[in-house]
């Protein structure tokens, strides 16, 4: 990708970048944060580390083009709006079936004729310069083989979570994404929150002691307003593979460490013939980890539960709750409040994203993170179905570490 040339000279000493950063975030609304009860985050500008290639490019001007893949509601809502803050990349096309929509995204985000593609014509998208990026927002079942398509295209690749309905699918999309030798990342936003970034922190480091049991709830009475979450070809199982995932995440990421076994049992079906014909309506389940901890995680579709995220340890507990949402998230440990404030999740996701692009170093969240997810989740299917414990010895071996 071609940069400015007077920006390649460009280099920025400590004290010049932070007051850059904080030049930003008077752009942006973001505030500073003040540290939590045990030393947190400042703010998301401020925490996040961009390399130099960024710098560059912030000085110049320049942004990746990101080009969303689905318009419905989680691009509508939340992606397209966080990509008018973002300051590494901006909203340069879309892709959708539906011509109102384009019409009224070209519109409302002044995207260029040249920059709107179907699902027919997706694949020419090789052939535009402005998109650098493509983030594939579809149901489930159809992510990978958008990813392969926008491997071939010779594109970067978000992918949304979970990664796909079956380890093998996921395992492709990583050996398309490797072919192509391009970045690949999965839809993790949580990761770059700094209340959950606190609850890494906190945990792994054992800043209360050892962790000895966590608990983990998400889920939401389901309307049918998105049909696709209740079909199996389309969203790979139901409740667990959309709203547990949160759970699974931020049990692993606060434990820093992986369960070597799960057990679970499937919620009572309110409505077995005919919303949840095909999809369970609710899981229970249990991980195991090497030490003895456990995590307990519950989700649903037949009821409201809470947004909950706890670890007992040693010497206290650290808790998230409201734990899972794109904002008003709370978090408090037995020694007071964690007083940060929420971000743009999303904004802080596609920037980090894009900054790996510019300055060629690994994501945090890579694809091996979302097939050891998919290996977790069919490990607690399996479960569920046969009432034993089953081990996950084979599951893929990635963490989240706090010192990035």
């Given amino acids: 990708m071609k940069t400015n040339d007077d920006a390649t000279s460009i280099t920025l000493s400590g004290a010049s970048r932070r007051d850059f950063v904080r030049t930003l975030s008077l752009g942006v609304g973001a505030t500073l944060v ?127 979570k979970p990664m796909a309905p079956t380890a093998d699918e996921c395992r492709r999309m990583i050996a398309a994404m490797q072919k192509a030798g391009k970045k690949f990342s999965i839809g993790y936003r949580l990761h770059f929150e700094p209340h959950h970034q606190e609850m890494m922190r906190l945990g792994q480091q054992q800043a209360l002691g050892p962790i000895k049991s966590l608990v983990a709830d998400n889920g939401f009475r389901f309307n049918n307003d998105t049909p696709w979450r209740v079909s199996k070809k389309l969203a790979g199982g139901g409740p667990l593979m959309d709203m547990g995932i949160y759970c699974l995440q931020g049990v692993i990421y606060t434990k820093g460490d992986i369960p070597v076994s799960v057990t679970a049992k499937l919620a009572p079906n309110p409505d077995p013939k005919g919303l949840f014909k095909e999809v369970e309506a609710g899981v229970n389940w249990q991980m195991q980890f090497a030490d003895g901890a456990v995590a307990d995680c519950r989700t649903s579709y037949a009821e409201n539960l809470n947004s909950r995220l706890r670890a007992e340890a040693a010497k206290g507990f650290l808790e998230l709750q409201p734990a899972f949402g794109y904002g008003g998230i709370e978090g408090r440990t037995s020694q007071g409040p964690m007083n940060l404030q929420n971000v743009p999740q999303q904004a802080r996701q596609m920037d980090d994203f894009a900054d790996c692009v510019l300055n060629d170093k690994p994501t945090r969240v890579p694809g091996e993170m979302g097939l050891r997810d998919v290996q977790l989740l069919q490990a607690i299917y399996r479960a569920a179905e046969t009432g034993q414990q089953v081990s996950t010895k084979d599951v893929q071996q990635v963490l989240d570490k706090t010192n990035r």
Avoid at 121 to 147: C, K, M, S
């Fill in 34 to 160: 003040s540290a939590s009860a045990m030393g947190g985050p400042l703010s998301w500008l401020e925490q996040t580390t961009f390399g130099p290639a960024s710098w560059e490019a912030l000085q110049a001007g320049r942004q990746l083009g990101v080009a969303l893949v689905g318009l419905g509601k989680y691009s509508t809502g939340q992606l397209a709006p966080a990509l008018q803050q973002t300051r590494l990349c901006k909203l340069a096309g879309i892709v959708t079936g539906t011509p109102a929509k384009a019409k009224q995204w070209k519109k409302q985000y002044n995207i260029p004729d040249k920059n709107i593609y179907d699902y027919q014509n997706f694949d020419r998208i090789a052939d535009n310069p402005d998109i650098d990026i493509i983030y594939i927002v579809l149901p489930v079942g159809l992510h990978a083989e958008y990813v392969e398509r926008a491997a071939k295209a010779g594109k970067h690749v978000i992918c949304e």
